[in-house]
């Protein structure tokens, strides 16, 4: 099953940006969500009302594609694995993740996630980016 939330309805425009998730680990939910705003991306409220689109779908070990027609502009992307189907990103005693993450760009962030200015991705053409989880 699919979950797929997005609320604005005029929000599949010009370009095809692919994302390919890659070094899938185990099987589990994915939990994909994108962002156009710094305020949105960078703040602790991780509400389905702060993204732009949210995906969550069964992925398997290997690769994950997900196919999106976006607007020009600026986006930034997290994405985690479910492994445990708990629907929340589990850590250990210390706040280490226990389960696979990513963002757009590859970054990631000394104390936390990285901010949506090193992670932000600009659409302005037809691409294809890769994810490769952690």
């Keep these: ?19 390919i998730i890659s070094n899938i680990q185990y ?9 156009d705003s710094a305020e949105n991306f960078n703040s602790p409220d991780e509400s389905v009302d702060k993204m732009k689109l949210a995906i969550r779908e069964m992925v398997q070990v290997g690769e994950h594609e997900i196919n999106l027609k ?10 985690y694995v479910d492994k ?3 629907e929340k990103f589990d850590t250990n005693f210390f706040g280490l993740p226990k ?3 990513g963002f757009s760009n590859n970054v990631i962030g000394l104390v936390g996630p990285p901010t949506f200015e090193k992670s932000m991705i600009y659409v302005s053409r037809n691409e294809t980016i890769n994810i490769i989880l952690r």
């Design 1 to 19: 099953m699919i979950f797929f939330w997005e609320k604005d309805p005029s929000f599949f425009k010009d370009y095809n940006l692919k994302i």
């Design 27 to 35: 099987s589990g939910k994915i939990y994909f969500a994108l962002y």
């Design 70 to 79: 976006l607007d020009e502009g600026y986006y930034g992307i997290k994405i």
């Design 84 to 86: 445990n189907l708990n």
């Design 99 to 101: 389960e696979q993450f």
